[in-house]
């Protein structure tokens, strides 16, 4: 199973969506040319937006290649 990270809060998320992007050496820049996603959003979320639309986010995660896992505690 890969790296699993508890995300507990908006800045968790951006911080593993930073982490990954720079992982495969890409910009936000690169990120944004091969989504249909601005610069300006992708690092307002990878900063903790707390109001990022969630679709979005999601799309950003996929991007990257972030899997998002629901479990119950």
């Not at 601005?38 to 996929?62: D, H, M, P, Q």
Request: hydrophobic share 40%; proline share 1%; glycine share 10%.
């Amino acid at each position: 199973m890969p790296d699993v990270k508890k995300i507990s809060s908006t800045e968790n998320l951006g911080m593993a969506i930073r982490s990954r992007r720079k992982q495969l050496g890409l910009s936000l820049h690169d990120v944004a040319n091969f989504t249909n996603l601005g610069v300006r959003f992708i690092s307002e979320v990878e900063r903790g937006k707390s109001t990022a639309e969630i679709g979005k986010v999601i799309e950003l995660c996929n991007s990257v290649g972030i899997d998002i896992f629901v479990g119950e505690r």
